[in-house]
């Protein structure tokens, strides 16, 4: 049997919890998405970012570990699509090196977001200085 | 000229501005550099100063060739403070050349076609010199 204090109390949060079982159904996200939510919409420079990194995986094969470095710091910051692979790559590790300024320049041409652009713009800066810091250029 | 061609010659515009200032600080800061007491200062500021008025060049052609006439330097520009010894002068010329990169770098969004390539090819060059000058290569330069 129970005391009068315990009834008291069960009576009192009886109807608290199912008021917080009636609010967990009603506004579960999960279980009740926003039907009017729209699809994110493609990157429309998705293709300019994977064609980058593919590029400066080709010109990466047998790179010192100073353009490694700068590298995965630029593929970090570009985000590229999962599985992306290095791009066949002609000429010797100077000559790729050389060439990746012209391709991220080329790259920060044709992308169409401002924040993209100077993202690329900036990593072909880094990649000039670190050839001339490498009497490359 | 729609608004996006306008929008780039003007940043174009913007950068050759910039290179009238830069080319008059340098040459300012190497008439205060002795080439026999420090060669080796004397000679990237003349590298650099021969760099800016090329750039200058570059950038003026293509506003001549958008039709409009290219911004006119001002008489005279502010010099930077601290150049009284060859260290400051140094130190000055690096500022300038990091500034110059950064300008850059904000004005190339700004700019469509080969208006945004010549920024952009300026941009490496003014930051690969940020070397000659005593700077340290960094991941992303003018951010």
Not at chain 1, 77 to 97: C, E, I, N, Y
Not at chain 2, 95 to 109: M, V
Request: with cysteine; net charge negative; aromatic share 2%.
């Amino acid at each position: 049997m129970l005391s009068r204090r315990t009834a008291v109390g069960a009576a009192v949060v009886a109807p608290l919890a199912a008021s917080a079982c009636s609010a967990s159904e009603v506004l579960d996200p999960v279980k009740a998405p926003p039907p009017s939510t729209p699809p994110a919409p493609a990157n429309p420079d998705q293709s300019v970012i994977d064609a980058t990194v593919a590029a400066i995986l080709g010109a990466d094969e047998g790179a010192p570990a100073a353009f490694v470095q700068l590298h995965g710091v630029h593929i970090e910051a570009l985000a590229p699509t999962k599985g992306v692979t290095a791009a066949a790559a002609d000429g010797g590790w100077q000559q790729r090196q050389v060439a990746l300024v012209t391709a991220l320049t080329t790259a920060a041409g044709r992308a169409v977001d401002p924040q993209l652009v100077t993202l690329l713009a900036s990593a072909a800066a880094g990649q000039q200085q670190l050839l001339r810091a490498r009497g490359l250029a | 000229m729609t608004t996006a061609d306008s929008a780039s010659t003007e940043a174009v515009q913007a950068a050759l501005a910039v290179e009238h200032s830069a080319i008059y600080v340098l040459g300012s800061l190497g008439g205060l550099t002795s080439s026999s007491a420090a060669p080796a200062l004397a000679q990237a500021l003349t590298e650099a100063y021969d760099e800016h008025v090329r750039a200058r060049e570059a950038l003026a052609t293509h506003v001549v060739a958008a039709g409009i006439e290219p911004v006119a330097p001002s008489a005279v520009y502010d010099l930077p403070g601290g150049i009284g010894t060859e260290k400051g002068v140094g130190a000055a010329a690096l500022r300038l050349e990091r500034d110059t990169t950064a300008t850059y770098l904000s004005l190339a969004p700004k700019a469509t076609g080969s208006d945004r390539t010549l920024l952009i090819q300026l941009l490496c060059r003014t930051a690969a010199r940020q070397l000659d000058l005593g700077g340290k290569p960094t991941a992303f330069p003018g951010t």
